[in-house]
T-cell receptor
Framework: QQQVKQSPQSLIVQKGGISIINCAYE??????FPWYQQFPGKGPALLIA?????SEKKEGRFTISFNKSAKQFSLHIMDSQPGDSATYFC???????????FGKGTRLSVIA | NAGVTQTPKFRILKIGQSMTLQCAQD?????MYWYRQDPGMGLKLIYY???????DKGEVPNGYNVSRSTTEDFPLRLELAAPSQTSVYFC?????????????FGAGSRLTVL
């Protein structure tokens, strides 16, 4: 059973455009939703995270939008740059340090 | 401050061989994890530990064993390697910030079983 479903699997965006990656979850007990960024040959690193008490969180060009009723959350990358080309993973967990459950990842390519 | 260190970075095993992937962290984190990453499949949890002497199974534990004798080290042992264990393995440790649990990953160990 896939607890966090992520789409699309791959995404190509023009430089300066908006990249949007979506995730959906089933377990209503999840209360922590981070996004991780992974460059080739490296381990994933935390990019941005949100809790369900807010509907949006913005850090620079990166924004998480959260829809609790739809059990969906998404990552928006504004003004996408070639340096943003990486694999992005959404994840979810329940507070109390239960392990993160990851989506399958989205490979983003930003082309000039 | 090295963070999470994994060794080896690359390894080729023959079917039936055994080996141990090493993981060490110097951040004094209590929580440690082993994930495997397969193309298009995301990160799947193998085992995790909430502290020295305590380990628990994740989503895909079969064919693996772990131990946690110290806070710093969390080795992953593969017994009787099979081609299905060809993967990239990531060790991570975690702490909490104001929002939630933050994982620090190692650089990964790429294992090929032939």
């Amino acid at each position: 059973q896939q607890q966090v479903k992520q789409s699309p699997q791959s995404l190509i965006v023009q430089k300066g455009g908006i990249s949007i990656i979506n995730c959906a979850y089933e377990n209503t007990a999840f209360d922590y939703f981070p996004w991780y960024q992974q460059f080739p040959g490296k381990g994933p690193a935390l990019l941005i995270a949100i809790r369900p008490d807010v509907s949006e969180k913005k850090e620079g060009r990166f924004t998480i939008s959260f829809n609790k009723s739809a059990k969906q959350f998404s990552l928006h990358i504004m003004d996408s740059q070639p340096g943003d080309s990486a694999t992005y993973f959404c994840a979810a967990s329940i507070t109390g340090n239960t392990p993160l459950v990851f989506g399958k990842g989205t490979r983003l390519s930003v082309i000039a | 401050n090295a963070g999470v260190t994994q060794t080896p970075k690359f390894r080729i095993l023959k079917i039936g061989q055994s080996m141990t992937l090493q993981c060490a962290q110097d951040m004094n984190h209590n929580y440690m994890y082993w994930y495997r990453q397969d193309p298009g499949m995301g990160l799947k949890l193998i085992y995790y530990s909430v502290g020295a002497g305590i380990t628990d199974k994740g989503e895909v534990p079969n064919g693996y064993n772990v131990s946690r004798s110290t806070t710093e080290d969390f080795p992953l042992r593969l017994e009787l390697a099979a081609p299905s264990q060809t993967s990239v393995y990531f060790c991570a440790s975690s702490t909490s910030n104001r929002v939630g649990n933050v994982l620090t990953f190692g650089a990964g160990s790429r294992l090929t079983v032939l």
